[in-house]
């Protein structure tokens, strides 16, 4: 049983962040037809729309990355930016993704 799950975008940064997860430890593989990545270490991995993240994290996801401006667009409360992440697809130079999460989730002691 998984303790979180992670809402992935789908689009042109795909490849770049697989990347960086793996480098982090969580080697995010392509998702099946229902969106599921996979399981890596009591996390599970899905990949939605990049405009449907905020929404899914409103609703089902703990936590999600998305585009800073997809998270102030969607306009949904009792989301929390936990972090700026900045990468890009081809150029050095960093776009805004947030990681963000529902009010009310916690992080367990030690994490």
Same mark, same amino acid.
């Given at each position: 049983?998984?303790?979180?799950?992670?809402?992935?975008?789908?689009?042109?940064?795909?490849?770049?962040?697989?990347?960086?997860?793996?480098?982090?430890?969580?080697?995010?593989?392509?998702?099946?037809?229902?969106? &599921?990545?996979?399981?890596?270490? =009591?996390? #599970?991995?899905?990949?939605?729309?990049?405009?449907?993240?905020?929404?899914? %994290? *409103? $609703?089902? &996801?703990?936590?999600?990355?998305? =585009?800073? #401006?997809?998270?102030?667009?969607?306009?949904?409360?009792?989301?929390?930016? %936990? *972090? $700026?992440?900045?990468?890009?697809?081809?150029?050095?130079?960093?776009?805004?993704?947030?990681?963000?999460?529902?009010?009310?989730?916690?992080?367990?002691?030690?994490?």
């Amino acid at each position: 049983m998984s303790q979180l799950t992670i809402g992935l975008p789908h689009g042109s940064l795909w490849q770049r962040l697989v990347m960086y997860l793996a480098t982090a430890g969580y080697p995010v593989r392509n998702p099946d037809r229902t969106g &599921f990545c996979c399981s890596v270490n =009591g996390i #599970d991995f899905f990949q939605v729309n990049c405009r449907m993240v905020p929404a899914f %994290v *409103a $609703q089902a &996801f703990d936590a999600g990355i998305t =585009g800073h #401006d997809l998270h102030l667009a969607s306009g949904i409360k009792g989301l929390r930016e %936990v *972090a $700026q992440l900045c990468f890009s697809r081809v150029t050095d130079q960093p776009t805004r993704w947030v990681l963000a999460r529902r009010a009310g989730i916690r992080r367990k002691k030690g994490q």
